[in-house]
């Protein structure tokens, strides 16, 4: 059974930085073929994709975040952590983290999601 | 950049079909993936690979993609269909997942 499950801070103040982590089961991120990705959806508003680890050495960043964004990933610990600095109230967000089971970044596709954790940024 | 565009609303009286759009350059090339929102939960695939249903997911979502637009299809919608509904695809000449920016479904 694959669960994810997001865990962090539900405040954060404007110019922090943000640490998201990902504890998930029934998938091991050394396996070939697994990638762990980081989708953010502020009230309201539309999915936005943020960034993706995958099982081997390969992380790929959204180019608009890519300056505030680091991926990495604790095999050993079924984690994935994302850490997002100088954090705006424009960040508000719910923050999910979702699996993709595939080799092929063609077939790139969230086949798992976590319950999404609920992060406002405000003073 | 990627853009994929998805009218905002769509309404359907029940047991009629839903027909939902995703429009992007060339998107017949890319493999389509849908999914399925609704208020306060989690994102749910419903269809992947342009056509393919997860385990689970009734036979009435069904998708469909060629040329610059991918559709994705609920017939015989019901009042539990009601939601958000996203496509996605991975674009790669950027190496990024793309997101639409959501169809809202409404079941009248």
């Known amino acids: 059974q694959v669960t994810l499950r997001e865990s962090g801070p539900a405040l954060v103040k404007p110019t922090q930085t943000l640490t998201l982590t990902c504890t998930f089961s029934?998938?091991?991120?050394?396996?070939?073929?697994?990638?762990v990705s980081w989708i953010r959806q502020p009230p309201g508003k539309a999915l936005e994709w943020l960034a993706l680890i995958d099982w081997d050495v390969d992380k790929y960043y959204s180019t608009s975040l890519k300056t505030r964004l680091t991926i990495s990933k604790d095999t050993s610990k079924n984690q994935v952590v994302l850490t997002m600095t100088n954090m705006d109230p424009v960040d508000t967000a719910t923050y999910y983290c979702a699996r993709i089971q595939g080799s092929n970044p063609r077939m790139y596709y969230f086949d798992y999601w976590g319950q999404g954790t609920l992060v406002t940024v405000s003073s | 950049s990627y853009v994929l565009t998805q009218s905002p609303s769509v309404s359907v009286a029940p047991g009629q079909t839903a027909r939902i759009t995703c429009g992007g350059n060339?998107?017949?090339?890319?493999?389509v993936h849908w999914y399925q929102q609704k208020p306060g939960q989690a994102p749910v695939m419903v269809v992947y690979?342009?056509?393919d249903r997860p385990s689970g997911i009734p036979e009435r979502f069904s998708g469909s993609n060629s040329g610059n637009t991918a559709t994705l299809t609920i017939s015989r919608v019901g009042a539990g269909d009601e939601a958000d509904y996203y496509c996605?695809?991975?674009?790669?000449?950027?190496?990024?997942?793309?997101f639409g920016g959501g169809t809202k479904l409404t079941v009248l």
């Open positions: 029934g998938f091991s991120l050394s396996t070939s073929g697994m990638c």
């Open positions: 690979d342009d056509s």
């Open positions: 060339n998107i017949g090339s890319k493999s």
């Open positions: 996605q695809v991975w674009d790669s000449s950027s190496d990024h997942v793309v």
